[in-house]
């Protein structure tokens, strides 16, 4: 079955302590993105991955690391998590023909992460 | 600035009604990509449709149904005879040139009651 996965589904973390949430998918998809929503703020952007080796930020990536060492992979990391990023996470991903031609993008359950 | 308003914070309507969710997008690129995403209550995002800037024609998937309007700036999702499953948060978006960064509007959230 073609789809994203999103580990862990439900976190909870204190202010400080290292955490990854991880993305995958298995459709071959050049295009992953992580997105965060907030109530009152919606969806928003945090870092994106055209290909491989290749990741840029988006609208909201203070306190996040991410990597793309294969393509089916595209790790969020928070170094010092702070209650300011509790929020549900989504993971998503698409294929990208090139250029500005941009497909659907695909999402991941969700992970509702909270920082105490 | 590339946004997407979506004016309807909640609907509400009784099973079998139809109801049209509206969307109105602001962008300068002459080439451009709207999509409509479905939350159910359970979280998860669901794709419902992509459509071009070039394609104009309206799109009619089972009772969903979307017309799109450049002269209007709107993309509008019609759900004929409505369901207490259709029961989501519908959120309509817009691709920003060069990043594939997803503008989502706010979301409406629509109750279908029996």
């Known amino acids: 079955e073609a789809q994203v996965t999103q580990n862990p589904r439900y976190l909870i973390t204190v202010t400080g302590k290292k955490l990854t949430v991880t993305c995958s998918q298995n459709?071959?998809?050049?295009?992953m993105s992580w997105y965060r929503q907030d109530p009152g703020l919606g969806l928003r952007q945090i870092y994106y991955?055209?290909?491989?080796?290749?990741?840029d930020k988006g609208d909201v990536p203070e306190g996040y690391k991410v990597s793309r060492k294969e393509k089916r992979n595209f790790p969020l990391i928070l170094e010092s998590p702070s209650p300011n990023q509790t929020s549900l996470y989504f993971c998503?991903?698409?294929?990208?023909?090139?250029?500005?031609?941009?497909?659907?993008?695909?999402f991941g359950p969700g992970t509702r992460l909270t920082v105490l | 600035a590339q946004k997407v308003t979506q004016a309807q914070t909640e609907i509400s309507v009784v099973e079998k009604e139809d109801v049209t969710l509206d969307c109105v997008y602001e962008?300068?690129?002459?080439?451009?990509?709207l999509f409509w995403y479905k939350q159910p209550p359970s979280g998860e995002l669901v794709f419902l449709i992509r459509?071009?800037?070039?394609?104009?024609q309206n799109e009619i998937s089972g009772r969903y149904s979307w017309n799109f309007q450049k002269s209007t700036s709107s993309f509008n999702f019609t759900i004929t005879a409505s369901q207490v499953v259709d029961s989501a948060v519908y959120f309509c978006?817009?691709?920003?040139?060069?990043?594939?960064?997803?503008?989502f509007g706010q979301g409406t959230t629509l109750q279908v009651k029996p």
């Open positions: 998503a991903s698409s294929l990208y023909s090139g250029g500005n031609s941009y497909n659907e993008q695909f």
């Open positions: 459709m071959n998809h050049e295009y």
């Open positions: 991955s055209m290909n491989v080796e290749v990741t």
């Open positions: 962008t300068r690129d002459t080439t451009y990509y």
């Open positions: 459509r071009n800037s070039f394609d104009e």
């Open positions: 978006a817009l691709s920003e040139r060069n990043t594939g960064k997803l503008i």
